[in-house]
């Protein structure tokens, strides 16, 4: 075989021709290997004068260790720093008679025939003469050479067999032809084991075709694909999967035999004997049998023909979908109308109009009229996030109802589109949580795909993509015997183990709304079977509850890997155990938001609760179990035997209380701020307890304390008319007492913005009734103390701050001709001094009516005009300050004739108004007083003139006659 070929590449794409489509399958390739000295690693097999092994760096990044023995071609690629500079890579295969060879071989070996390929290496690394591990995870290939084309291996298993404890550890591992590849941290031997000629192989054609079978384009558009399986796991094969883009069709489904496919799955026996299973979605199934050769399974792939109007999904970004016209035409204004029902139903579609239900955003595109925000049509998107929270204050949906959307639109030409429905693909509430589907008889446990059963909702990113539900109440005896008789508190009948074979993470995707506080719930157990150990240190499992943004997840070569806080560098495969192992060391750091550990023994299932506050531009949230330890097992802690959940919930809605438990419920209301005055905004609440035994969360002694913060998203407050906001935000805490105890809660605030008073003397501080009214209030501020009874109970109890500010109110009253120009107004605190800023600049003029208001904060000031007297004076009217005077509705004192001081407290309002006078200017040394009568002179004068000049031209009219 030629290593360059199959090991220069990471990804190879097989692209078949379909009409100018092109149908693209992913399969996977290896690194590149170069050959080197094989050397045992035990010092006492030496080899005399070897050569060192051969080291190469990529990218100033990678360094990469290779070593040859007679069977096989070995390397391995590690980051720099991972190994100290100048480290040696050994390896040699063992010998049968070898004592690790036998022991590994009796353990891991089905038959000994002649169809087993076993064999065994001695891997390992030294510095400076002494045996070294790798500090972090590296890459292994392991190529085997001498392979005729008839013994080609399939399925290659690869086991790691600790020094220790000598117990065969099967490895996730994956394959190319003849290279495996798999990541490890440590090093000692390694097995290589497969069985050949007893592989099953079932081939699935893919064809694809529209509505009537007929192949799309004149072309059948098949291709090949091939899945295996082998004795260890079964195959899966999802023709979602498989279903490709191709230009202006639509995929609706896979059909075998003219019935919708779910999955396929592939498998064998002992025997050698391999089976097919085609699962349609109607929950009924296929089998086919192979006894030799391959199986061919053909699939149909029905597309229909799409609208040129389509609806693009981009929810997981932003939270919306969008209208997209496909074709060339000139559209020009393109109007759209979307329009919603519950996905699955036969009601009337009914047309989105524009809401704000939330808040200050909106569900639609919009403009702002003097009336009010107005729908812009002319915009393509919807935020179907935003609009579900419409439809349920609307339509009331219950929980498990999702919606469906189709949009028309009409261009300036009258052409008019219509797009085919598409459904939102998630839920807003934990779905299933109780693992009661589906319902699992004649088993105690069963391990389910649980990615395509109807129902489940759930899915795993470990690589047999199972989920394992147990139903004790069916076999309480062997339920247990394998789990521990902690498992006979399940609520209702049926519970989960978050793994079942496989490492990885069990998860949902929810739409949620930035800013909003979501509570998660849920019973937690250890799982202790009678064949577990059970010292005090073991008996006891732990996961971490992990609610991260669902845009951080990619999924490559079917292995779906978590970008911690979006950051490629931060790279975590969540269906290996290294990987899982180094992300958990990330998580106990404390670093990650909303991270959250749970631990629980195995005596009965324990209820554990927090919140998490959505951050902002976060649309869909994925809410994981990631395990941190099972059952510890003779010599080692297995992920995949522990950590046993139900009743889950992560939603808005507040915990509940349990047996034995009361919730306190404490809610913070505030008004008459705007958002951006909330910003920093935050409530501390702190609950004081006597005479109880705990309570959740606690800080220390009987003193619990949760800060709130978040006033200013949109997802927590209401507009006001007014421009403020009525804002909300509510924490819980949970008692655990036998008897009714006595409590004080307290709140402390920062963040407030200067210059706002609360309207009233004290805060208010009252319960809800179960009418949601307030019936008591407490008269004391920021405090209420009050008993509560421990039984299933909730109290609530709401802290209300009412703000307003101070107002000031100023006018600029003009007497006479007004002089059209500006008129300054500075305010100063009261004892400034010359060269202070002032507290604010006031300018009036035509264009605010002379007239002005504005927020100020409780002080004393003094307000000064600064019109700029020679700009008056150039005007053709007279203008004297004297003739300035200053009034108010408030107590007001006059400095002098441009200035004067005021006093605002409370929630005042003052209004000070300066008057002016202007008169037409007279004549140097005329008194004022004489000025009425020099005005009747004058125009005597002048009218006598006028009179006179009249009489004259009259007169000369009658000359020029004669």
């Not at 071609?73 to 049968?96: D, G, H, K, R």
Request: charged share 20%; hydrophobic share 35%; glycine share 6%.
């Amino acid at each position: 075989m030629n290593r360059l070929l199959i090991s220069t590449l990471c990804m190879a794409t097989v692209l078949v021709s379909a009409n100018e489509t092109l149908l693209q399958e992913t399969v996977k390739i290896f690194p590149v290997v170069t050959s080197a000295e094989s050397i045992a690693c035990e010092e006492e097999k030496t080899v005399d004068n070897p050569e060192p092994p051969t080291e190469t760096t990529f990218n100033d990044s990678i360094v990469k260790y290779s070593a040859e023995t007679e069977n096989y071609y070995i390397e391995v690629n590690a980051e720099q720093n991972i190994f100290p500079e100048n480290t040696e890579f050994y390896v040699s295969e063992l010998s049968p008679d070898d004592e690790i060879y036998i022991s590994a071989y009796e353990q891991i070996a089905e038959e000994n025939d002649d169809s087993i390929y076993f064999s065994a290496l001695d891997i390992c690394f030294l510095y400076q003469g002494e045996k070294t591990e790798p500090d972090g995870i590296v890459n292994v290939s392991i190529e085997l050479k001498n392979i005729s084309e008839e013994e080609t291996p399939e399925n290659i298993e690869i086991y790691h067999i600790p020094d220790d404890t000598m117990i065969p550890e099967l490895m996730e591992s994956y394959q190319e032809e003849s290279v495996i590849s798999f990541e490890t941290d440590s090093f000692s031997t390694y097995t290589v084991y497969w069985r050949n000629g007893n592989t099953n192989m079932f081939g699935i054609q893919c064809n694809y075709v529209d509505e009537d079978g007929t192949a799309i384009n004149g072309n059948s558009g098949s291709r090949n694909i091939t899945i295996s399986a082998n004795s260890s796991a079964k195959t899966y094969f999802y023709p979602a999967d498989y279903a490709v883009d191709i230009d202006e069709y639509e995929f609706v489904e896979a059909q075998y035999n003219g019935k919708p496919v779910s999955y396929i799955t592939g498998y064998r026996n002992t025997w050698g004997y391999g089976y097919a299973t085609v699962f349609y979605t109607d929950g009924n199934s296929s089998s086919l049998t192979r006894t030799g050769g391959t199986v061919s399974v053909p699939l149909n792939f029905i597309y229909k023909q799409s609208s040129k109007l389509r609806i693009n999904d981009t929810v997981l970004n932003n939270g919306l979908f969008s209208a997209v016209l496909t074709d060339d035409t000139e559209h020009g204004t393109v109007s759209y109308t979307w329009y919603r029902r519950i996905a699955g139903s036969s009601d009337e579609w009914e047309e989105v109009t524009i809401d704000n239900s939330i808040g200050s955003v909106y569900n639609l595109p919009y403009y702002q009229t003097s009336s009010g925000y107005r729908y812009d049509n002319t915009e393509n998107w919807i935020n179907v996030v935003y609009d579900r929270t419409t439809a349920k204050k609307t339509h009331d949906l219950e929980t498990g109802e999702i919606l469906e959307y189709m949009v028309k639109a009409v261009d300036s030409y009258g052409n008019e589109y219509t797009s085919s429905a598409v459904t939102v693909p998630y839920y807003d509430d934990i779905m299933n949580g109780d693992f009661e589907i589906p319902v699992i008889s004649g088993d105690t446990n069963k391990q389910l795909p649980c990615q395509t059963i109807d129902g489940i909702y759930w899915k795993t990113t470990a690589s047999d993509k199972n989920i394992e539900i147990i139903r004790p109440s069916y076999n309480s005896g062997t339920a247990i015997m394998q789990y521990g008789s902690g498992i006979s508190s399940v609520h209702d009948s049926q519970c989960a183990e978050i793994l079942a074979e496989a490492s990885g993470a069990l998860y949902q995707d929810l739409i949620t709304i930035p800013g909003t506080v979501m509570n998660w719930e849920l019973y937690h157990l250890a799982r202790s079977g009678n064949y577990v150990s059970k010292n005090s240190t073991e008996n006891e499992n732990s996961m971490y509850v992990l609610p991260v943004n669902a845009e951080w997840f990619i999924t490559e070569n079917d292995r779906e890997y978590l970008l911690l806080n979006g950051d490629a560098n931060q790279k975590y495969d969540l269906s290996s155990s290294s990987s899982i192992a180094a992300l958990r060391n990330v998580l106990a750091s404390g670093s990650v938001y909303g991270a959250q550990l749970v631990e629980s023994d195995a005596s009965g299932l324990t209820y554990h609760f927090g919140t998490y506050t959505v951050p902002e531009e976060q649309f869909v949230t994925r809410f994981l179990f990631l395990s941190v330890e099972g059952s510890t097992t003779s010599g080692g802690v297995s992920e995949t035997m522990g950590n046993i959940i139900d009743d889950v919930r992560f939603s808005t809605e507040l915990p509940r209380p349990t047996p034995n438990t009361a919730v306190l419920k404490v809610k913070k209301i505030v008004t008459g701020l705007t958002a951006e005055e909330l910003e920093d905004y935050h409530v501390e609440m702190t609950v004081y307890l006597e005479n109880s035994t705990t309570i959740a969360e606690m800080i220390g002694g009987n003193i619990a304390r949760k800060t709130l913060s978040g006033f200013s998203s949109p997802a927590n407050y209401t507009a006001n008319a007014d421009g403020t906001v009525t804002a909300e935000l509510e924490a819980s805490f949970v008692f655990s007492a036998s008897n009714a105890i006595q409590y004080y809660v307290t709140e402390s605030m920062w963040g407030e913005p200067p210059g706002v008073t609360v309207s009233s003397s004290n805060e208010t501080v009252y319960y809800l009734d179960s009418n949601g009214t307030a019936p008591v209030t407490q008269a004391q501020s920021g405090t209420r103390s009050d008993t509560v009874v421990v039984n299933n109970t909730s109290s609530n109890v709401v802290f209300r701050n009412d703000y307003a500010k101070n107002k000031l109110i100023l006018t600029k009253d003009i007497l006479g001709t007004a002089f059209q120009g500006e008129y300054v107004f500075y305010i100063y605190h009261q004892n400034y001094q010359e060269g202070d800023a002032p507290v604010a600049e006031v300018i009036l003029n035509q264009d605010n009516n002379y007239y002005a208001e504005l927020d100020i904060a409780s002080g004393d000031y003094v307000i000064v005009e600064k019109t700029d007297e020679e700009q008056i004076s150039d005007t053709e009217y007279g203008f004297s300050w004297e003739s300035v005077e200053y009034a108010s509705d408030s107590q007001l004192t006059q400095i002098n004739e441009k200035s004067v001081a005021f006093s605002v407290a409370g929630t005042e309002e003052v209004s000070i108004t300066a008057k002016n006078n202007y008169y037409m200017p007279v004549p140097a040394g005329i008194h004022d007083n004489h000025l009425p009568v020099v005005r009747y002179l004058l125009l005597s004068v002048l009218l006598f003139l006028v009179y006179k000049i009249a009489f004259y031209l009259l007169k000369k009219g009658d000359y020029d006659e004669e």
